[in-house]
């Protein structure tokens, strides 16, 4: 049993989560807006129309408002790893660490640089130089993600690595590999045309105070045009995008799915979870019935996990105990191995240290037969490895059930914006008011479901979040989150405040 102190690492946790859902409010509207900007303005190029060039100016000084506070958030998080994570960043920095750099040097610059011209341009160069400097921040926003994605896929899935035994670290064995990553892809696709839907819900939003206070209607009805395509269109994408992701999920990290559906038993044809509430005392290999109230649809889950109906999913209970007739492997098992590959590996640097080349060769023979379970060694109990299932299982219903609001409210905002009846339909302007809080609640259950989900793996399978942390004193991490917390909170203040000012001056008076 390894020495960790459990308070630094749950302050430590705490600190990062916290940094990260702050930031998060703020990365899907910057990606999401960025786009819709470079959409109004290349309509303003092609019609020459003064209101589109006003219409693009007046997003863009809100995109341009929380882009600023989304990289202040952002930079404070990178810094994060090496504060409070130095072993992760030890360990994984040849790795994690390229996605990151890349994003710096080559996307962050671009989108830097065009930024700009974007903002202080429109009188210095030519329409079409400053169109295409807009679409130039758009892609460079989203190139951005790509790079911090695929970071963040590679923890969720390791691939394209090797460990070396004398130093104790991964090291990089194939760019390409790390690159394309089928959870990294599909972690981007997803997370990227989620972040389209938030950008237009909040568009929304704000066009539907407009039309409510009878304020600027022609601009917020074209804003709504736009907005309502580019969402319903984001809309299916995530939803095909989702599939994908959740197929990934089902192949890399099994133990994660059956969290979000608080599968405890596996089944073959297991139904899907349309809505339910779990049983908070229910802990694995007891008798509890998983849920209160659940309303499953038969065969789903195993046709969306594995692609063939009446397939085997298997439950937490026999990915933490083991199930030798569906050929699972529990964690239990894992753990033996892992241990026996940790126990290896000391011998082998001990020997090497000594120069005892023939014990060096044979420690590292064992240690090889074992290594890809060499994170489980690091687990207490088996039971260590399940996530809490009624965080993960609630996050992910809450996302799925925004994410099916969205699309509705988008197609009847276009529907009735084409009729040129909007603004007669006073049942649904007060609806559009919380579109952006129903984008926002959707983006922040995904991340819970995909961060939260994958615990308790600061590397999936090969490092826990215990064995990651820095050997900081547990004050110095509470002092840190409560200055942070102090912090972000005035930050966010202080965009909402900028924003409603803007809002409330409005397009004219811009």
Not at 237 to 251: I, K, L, P, R, S
Not at 396 to 418: E, Q, S
Request: include cysteine; aromatic fraction near 14%.
């Amino acid at each position: 049993m390894i020495d960790v102190d459990l308070s630094l690492v749950n302050w430590s946790r705490a600190q990062f989560a916290f940094t990260a859902m702050y930031h998060w409010i703020f990365v899907p509207l910057t990606l999401g807006l960025s786009f819709l900007c470079a959409f109004y303005e290349t309509i303003y190029l092609k019609t020459g129309d003064e209101q589109w060039k006003t219409i693009t100016r007046f997003w863009m000084t809100l995109f341009g408002i929380n882009f600023a506070i989304g990289v202040a958030t952002g930079i404070i998080l990178e810094f994060e790893f090496g504060t409070n994570w130095s072993n992760y960043s030890w360990m994984v920095g040849d790795i994690f660490g390229a996605p990151l750099a890349i994003e710096g040097i080559f996307a962050f610059f671009m989108e830097a640089s065009f930024f700009a011209v974007m903002f202080f341009g429109w009188n210095r160069v030519s329409k079409r130089f400053h169109c295409f400097s807009t679409w130039m921040v758009a892609i460079g926003s989203n190139l951005s993600a790509v790079w911090i994605l695929i970071a963040n896929g590679w923890m969720q899935n390791p691939v394209g690595m090797v460990f070396n035994p004398e130093i104790a670290r991964f090291e990089m064995e194939n760019f390409a590999a790390v690159v394309f990553n089928p959870v990294a892809v599909s972690k981007f696709t997803h997370t990227s045309s989620s972040g389209f839907v938030m950008a237009s819900a909040f568009v929304l939003t704000v066009s539907s105070w407009y039309l409510l206070k009878k304020k600027h209607v022609e601009m917020a009805k074209k804003s709504i045009i736009v907005a309502s395509v580019f969402g319903l269109v984001a809309s299916v994408f995530v939803g095909f995008t989702g599939d994908e992701a959740a197929y990934e999920v089902a192949q890399k990290q099994p133990m994660k799915l059956a969290a979000m559906e608080g599968l405890y038993k596996g089944e073959r044809g297991a139904g899907l979870v349309a809505m339910g509430i779990v049983n908070s005392t229910k802990e694995p290999g007891d008798v509890q019935d998983a849920f209160l109230l659940e309303v499953r649809i038969p065969e789903v889950l195993s046709l969306l996990a594995n692609r063939e109906a009446g397939s085997f999913v298997p439950g937490i209970d026999d990915l933490v105990y083991g199930n030798t007739e569906e050929g699972v492997m529990g964690v239990n098992t894992m753990m033996e191995k892992g241990k026996l590959a940790l126990v290896d590996l000391a011998a082998f640097r001990e020997a090497k240290k000594n120069n005892l080349e023939h014990v060096a060769a044979d420690a590292l023979q064992r240690f090889e037969v074992n290594k890809e379970f060499m994170g489980y060694g690091y687990l207490d109990k088996p039971e260590e490895a399940v996530p809490p299932v009624n965080i993960v299982f609630n996050a992910f219903h809450l996302m799925v059930v925004m994410g099916t609001i969205l699309p509705a409210v988008f197609a009847a905002f276009l529907f009735y914006t084409f009729k040129n009846s909007i603004t007669e339909q006073r049942w649904l302007l007060p609806v559009g008011l919380f579109m952006g809080l129903f984008g926002l609640l959707a983006q922040q259950a995904g991340w819970v479901t995909a961060e939260v989900g994958r615990q308790p793996w600061a590397i999936q399978g090969l490092m826990p979040v215990k064995i990651a942390t820095t050997n900081l004193s547990t004050t110095s991490v509470q002092i840190t989150f409560a200055m942070f917390a102090v912090v972000f909170t005035i930050l966010l203040i202080a965009e909402i405040s900028i924003m409603l000012k803007q809002i409330a001056i409005g397009p004219e008076g811009h």
